[in-house]
């Protein structure tokens, strides 16, 4: 019986006549042909694309010093999508030492923990995360844990900071007062050849696999994607997230905007507030500090189409950006 290996086997075995091309790929795979040949073997073809298994990088023993800042990736799961109502079920946390120019250092520390709801989990939730109500049964988040893991954060890093912080403030009050960044809007990912933004794409793409939607699972899997191109002169998604979260933004409110501007603001970037979260009831957008006066002259000119108007906007840091 013909088995995997000899599949990659060049011994002198007399078979049945095959066509010159079958025989000559049979050739060019020697039977001692180890996993990285093998990799390289089915890539050189050109049919094929191998993913590798991500492997959680360990808690290291010894903490280099030369990476003097703190950094934490976060992760949640919860049973909605409004932190007013809805609660966290599990978080996942991942503490990292960087150093000013953005490179990843070491791992300081690992936690992952489910949380009983006071509700019954939805069933697209469970369908969605893999997490059911027998799981969550009598769990509780250790606080003092997360803690040994948050408090000494320079930067926490979501892939979604926009759903991750107001959920993480709502929980505990150790999440406030943070610096936070948002690795899927503060990164320009299409400039790194990436055609999509989502965890499990960007994973794939550097050529990885994990096991998805599971909180601590996705932090081990950003850290990794975060880390791409760290050991070449390119600098890495993380360099770039974490210059982008030194700079100073400016949120403008489009207050008493003509009704029918709302088509040209959404197309450029504007979005709708319903002033539930305190925020006025208006079109809104973000931009970097540099580019105020030009945001302001649109609105102005565009928008309002009158000189004088004046509209609101307040500057914004890392530490209260992504906020509720």
Known sequence: MTTQFDMFSDNDVEAPARSPRAVSSKRMTPATLHEEGMVA???????????????PRGIASVIRPEYRLRGVIIDTETTGLDHRRDEIIEIGAIGFTFDEQGGIGDVTGVYGGLQQPTTSIPAEITKLTGI?????????IDMLALRHIIDPADLIVAHNARFDRPFCEAFS???????????????????RGFEGTKLGYLVGQAGLFHEGHRAIDDCFALLEVLSLGSNSDARSPFAELYQASQRSRVRIFAENSPFDMKDHL???????????DGRPKCWWIEVDEADLDDELNYLRSDIYRYPEADPPFRHLTAFDRFRA
């Not at 059911?132 to 509780?140: K, L, N, S």
């Open 266 to 276: 959404k197309a450029r970037g504007y979005r709708w507030s319903d002033g539930s």
């Open 132 to 140: 059911t109500g027998e799981m969550v049964a009598g769990q509780f």
């Open 41 to 55: 073997h089915l890539s050189a073809t050109g049919r094929y694309r191998v993913l590798r298994k991500l492997e």
């Open 173 to 191: 009050a150790s999440f406030s007062g943070k610096a936070w960044a948002c690795s899927n809007v503060e990164i320009d990912w299409s400039s």
